[in-house]
Every structure is written in C-alpha cells, then in structure tokens.
C-alpha cells in the first residue's frame, strides 16, 4: 500500500514541476523568430540546419550553440538569471541586446538586478542617438578598397546644432591583420578567408584621416533615418561583438555584409542581407540600403587630392610652374617675380602649393621643415586669401550600373561564325557604362567565355581570375603610376587557323596622360607569365607593350589598343583591338569590337563581335 501512495505522490509533484513556468524552457516561437537569428547571425545551412557566421566560441553560451539557436536562447535564458554577483561578467552585461530582447518578448519583470559598469561607461560615452553609413569610393591602389567600402558613423544628439561629426564614433568591420602582409598576399588571403574579421569602434576623425587623406578617397555620408532608439538597439549588439571573430572574405562576408546585419538589428523587420546569397559589393549594398527606405540625405567629402586638383584647375602651366616651385621652396614667397603677380593669382597659388605639400607628406611622420614651410604658405595665405573652394560633387556611386554581368554575343573569328556566353561576377572595365566610375578604373573578377561555333563545337574561350587597370593620368602638380595585372586562362593563336587554351599571370606598369577633356593615352610596359603545353618549358616568360587611347564620347567608350609580347624563346605576338561600347541604359550595354592578331606561328586573323551586356545583381 505504501509503495503505490508513494508512486502517485512522486508523479503528482512531477506534474507539479513540469506545470511550473520555467525561464529555462524557452518557447519554441522565439528560437524560430527572425531577429533572434539576427542576434546570432544565423543563416540556413546548404545541407539544412543552422550555421552563425561568428567564428568564435566566446560568443555562444551553450555548447554547439553556432549549430542551435534553441539551445542557445535556453542557455543564454538560464544565464540571465545567475547570481548577481557576476558583475560585468553576467549575461546581462555580457548581451545586452539579447537581455532587452528577451525581456520584452518574455516580460521578464523577475531578473536580477545587475548595475554594468563597463558597459554603462562605454554606452555614455558613444551616446548614440542618429546613424550615418560612410561609402569611401573605390581605391584601385589599395588591395582591400578596390570595391569602395562602408561604414558607420554613430553620432551624438547635439551632432547636428552644437557639435562636430569628427568627434562622432566610426564603426568599422575589417580584415585583423597580424604582420605586414604584402598587397598580392593580402588579396589572396583576403578571396580566400585567410584573416579573421572584427568590429571596432574608434574616433571618426581618424576615419576621415585615412580615407580622405592617406589613401585619398571621397566620401559619401549617408544618413539614415534610424530613431535614436534603434541606434541604441544597435550598439548594445556591437558590444556583444566586442573582440568577437567572423570570418572575412572580401566578395561576401565583408564590411558591408556585416553591417547590413547591424541595420536588421536595429530595425527589426528589414531583409537585407539575404538580397546577397552569393557577392556583397559595397556599391550595390549601398543601393539596398536607399531602396529599403533608410536614407534621409547624403553628404560629401571630397578627397585631399580632389581639393588640390580643383584648386588648381583654372591655373595656366606657368602659374602651376609658380605652385611647384613654391611647394619646394618658400623663399620663392619673397622673389620680385613672383610679388608682381597680381593678388587673385597668388592667391590661388599659394593655396594650391599649401595643399601640394600637404598631399606630398601624407602619412609620413610629422617634420619640423615641412611643418615650418606649412606655416608659412599658410601666414602668406592669410595675408591673401583665395576665393572658397566649391568642388563639384561627382555623381553618386549608386547610380553606377550593377556589379554582376550577362553577355551574349555574335561574330566571326577568320571564316568561323560564333556565339558567345558570358558571365563576369564583377565589376567594371574600361569600356562599360561610365556613370559613377571614374574613366581609366577597371576590376574585373571572375569572368567565363564561352563559344559555340559552327558545328555546335564548344570552346571554353576564357576563363579570367582577375583583370585589374589603373590608368591615371599625370599632370603638372602630380605623376601618379598607371598599372594593369591579370590572371586566367585564355586562348592565343596556334596556327592552322586554331588556338590554344593557355594560363597566363600578366602585370605592367607606365604612363597615362590625359590628350583631351575625355581623352587618355596610355604607355605601359608589360611582362608575362605563360603556362603553354605547345611550350618546352613550364613556365614561360615575356615581355611586352601595352598602349592605346581611351575616349569618352556621346556614345559611351571608346577603346583602341595595341599590345604585344616577345617570349624568351622566340615566339612573337602582337595584336591590335578596337571596341565600342554604346550606353542604351543604365543596366545594358551594346559593345561592338573588331581585333587582328600577328603570331609567326599562324597566318594574321580577324575577329569580330556584337555583343549585349546585361548588368544586374
């Protein structure tokens, strides 16, 4: 009798407990809701299931948590209700964002109360209140900025009145570099999610040093019409991501993929990110932004060296001869030659000479001589000050044509017709639609050819890695270099009216000088690298010319280019290529090219082909 009696008591105090809410016994609801993945960066798996892009154990409070959002919204439920004691180290103060979250889906009015010093500390310091997403513009000279880049800016309430947006906070994600990598290592490892990637928090100022200055860039501000609660939302996140790793690649889990993510935080409800299944260029992620409604205004800043040529612009040769001999020596200040220059004019000069020395020392250690002759171009320019500087503001990167590319085309190579089938992942080369590029700016990643020709015989044409171009022009005050590299397969002419699929490893460097208002002219040097089976050797090394002209016109772009490459063992290619590009729209484009090649191993050929682009992401 006693044993039954003591079997139901047990069963019933069972059912007791089991009937008892528990804070550990999270519904399924919340493990399964949208913004508790976006606390956890959890995406859908390929092979089903959940994976968390955060890259790091500290970040999960249960065990296989990057694999199980319920089992980590249990732990993290569990971990809220821990002695207070803890002190910063409490969930609480840990997670912030995760704590408010819980606590309002839960109506968790039973937590225990924690007091957070650091991250009450850290929070009034940054006082967020507005948002602003920063685009530094495209760089080419610099591996990690050849895409453009974004950030955000987090500005306090009296931003707008009372303060500047330099004393505001920049919130950066980036590659953590450990060592001095070099720039072909640091692309590579970069495509290849060689570094781990994390979030900081600095100065604005120091942004704007580095973008606008040391790697001159412009600067486009857009603000974001987030209220001063979701930008809270926001940075109470960022402090669960302090010191915490993703992993980086430069094509989609980058800066601005990770930062679309902190806007889902902030206003729950917006789908940015899963518009990038597959590549994340910054551009085009500045579009989703202004198309999800975010962007209330856009400000710009133009770069130190685009203040310097706008300053200079109305400056004839001898006067740019007076700011280059003035940007050397200060004693021209006091020659009778220079005094009897009218006011207006050495006004201009004196500016445009301060901001040449100013260019020239970028990023070089503070020098009491530099610094000396800064003062005095700036006494004389306060004597004579020129007129304020307007620089007009170029259009707007987001209205530049998409990153991805479709290409159909028809031609004829000898008395062979073709089709062919192209796909480019990104960007832009020197003859797409111009609007928003600069003219001479080609990334090219990722590019497949194919052909079809007559007989349905198929021939992969080319397959490129990367086709990058710098051409910029030199003028009086400045000589910057022009370089091209490239990197793929591709076909080269065999004889008998065939070719032959090769691998190639290409780089030149030269001149680019500006012939007309939309017309440059291009000198560079090459060397190549070529993997040939027709070849004794492995490897095979020439080297060569690049030049041509590249012009602007009503139509679009025109190019027109010659190069050629002298092999160590006697093989000789020369080829001469003319393209046009026609704009129909802002996302097609209508390329017609006509090419001859010289080889002395085949009869010289013609080839040409009509071609639409399609440029979509």
């Known amino acids: 009798m006693l044993r039954p009696l003591l079997l139901l008591a047990l069963c019933s105090a069972s059912a007791m407990v089991l009937a008892a809410p528990s804070p550990v016994s999270a519904p399924r609801r919340l493990a399964d809701d949208a913004y508790w993945h976006s606390l956890g960066h959890y995406e859908r798996g390929k092979l089903g299931g959940w994976r968390s892009y955060v890259d790091d154990d500290d970040f999960f409070l249960a065990d296989g948590g990057e694999h199980d959002p319920a089992a980590e919204l249990a732990a993290t439920l569990a971990a809220l209700y821990a002695p207070a004691s803890q002190g910063d180290r409490h969930a609480q103060c840990v997670y912030p964002a995760r ?11 039973d937590l225990p109360a924690v007091e957070c010093p650091e991250f009450r500390a850290w929070y009034a310091e940054v006082a967020p209140h507005g948002t602003v997403m920063v685009f530094p513009a495209a760089y080419l000279n610099s591996p990690s900025s050849m895409f453009g880049h974004t950030l955000l800016r987090i500005d306090q309430a009296d931003i707008g009145s009372q303060g500047s947006p330099l004393l505001s906070s ?16 640091y692309a590579w490892k970069g495509l290849m999610g060689g570094y781990p990637g994390l979030f900081s928090l600095l100065p604005y100022r120091e942004k704007i040093g580095e973008y606008s200055r040391l790697e001159n860039r412009d600067l486009w501000e857009y603000r974001l019409n987030l209220t001063a609660e979701e930008t809270g939302r926001m940075l109470e996140h960022v402090w669960e991501l302090k010191q915490i790793r993703f992993d980086y690649f430069f094509f989609d889990e980058n800066c601005s993929y990770r930062l679309l993510e902190l806007l889902e935080v902030a206003r729950p409800g917006l789908e940015l990110t899963e518009q990038f299944p597959l590549t994340a260029i910054p551009a085009d992620t500045v579009r989703v932004v202004i198309d999800a409604g975010l962007v209330e205004g856009i400000d710009y800043r133009p770069s130190r060296e685009r203040e310097l040529l706008t300053r200079t612009a109305p400056l004839d040769s001898e006067e740019l001869e007076w700011v280059s001999q003035l940007a050397g020596d200060p004693q021209v200040l006091g020659q009778h030659d220079y005094l009897a220059l009218p006011d207006e004019r050495r006004a201009l000069i004196q500016d445009g000479a301060y901001r040449l020395v100013r260019y020239r020392v970028t990023g070089e250690e503070r020098d009491s001589a530099n610094a000396a002759h800064s003062y005095r171009l700036l006494q004389a320019i306060n004597r004579n000050p020129p007129p304020r500087l307007d620089v007009v503001r170029p259009i707007l990167p987001e209205h530049g044509h998409e990153s991805r590319t479709l290409q159909f085309g028809l ?31 080609q990334i090219e990643i990722a590019q497949l050819q194919l052909r ?6 198929w021939k992969l044409q080319r397959l490129d890695l990367a086709g990058i171009r710098s051409l910029t022009p030199v003028t009086p005050l400045l000589r910057p270099w022009s370089w091209q590299i490239a990197a793929g397969l591709e076909r080269v002419p065999w004889g008998d009216g065939d070719d032959r699929l090769v691998g190639h490893f290409d780089g030149g460097g030269g001149f680019t000088w500006q012939l007309g208002e939309d017309l440059l002219g291009f000198a560079l040097a090459t060397a190549r690298l070529e993997v040939n089976p027709g070849f004794s050797a492995a490897v095979s090394p020439a080297a060569g010319f690049d030049g041509g002209l590249l012009w602007r016109n009503a139509a679009g772009n025109l190019l027109l280019e010659a190069r050629g490459d002298y092999f160590h063992n006697g093989e000789v290619r020369r080829r001469l290529d003319l393209a046009q590009q026609f704009e129909l729209r802002g996302d097609t ?29």
């Open 452 to 457: 079809q020709y007559e007989g349905n015989r």
């Open 99 to 109: 704590t408010r979250w819980l606590r309002e889906q839960l109506e968790l009015t």
């Open 170 to 185: 920049a919130l950066n994600f980036g590659a953590f570099i450990e060592g001095a990598d070099n720039s072909i290592l």
């Open 589 to 617: 484009g209508l390329r017609l090219s006509l090419g001859r090649s010289f080889s002395h191993r085949a009869e010289p050929e013609t080839e040409f082909q009509l071609q639409l682009r399609w440029y979509y992401y």
């Open 411 to 441: 031609g004829g190579r000898g008395e062979h017709a073709f089709a062919e089938y192209g796909l480019r992942m990104a960007y832009h080369d020197l003859l797409d639609n111009l609007e928003g590029f600069p003219l001479g700016a």
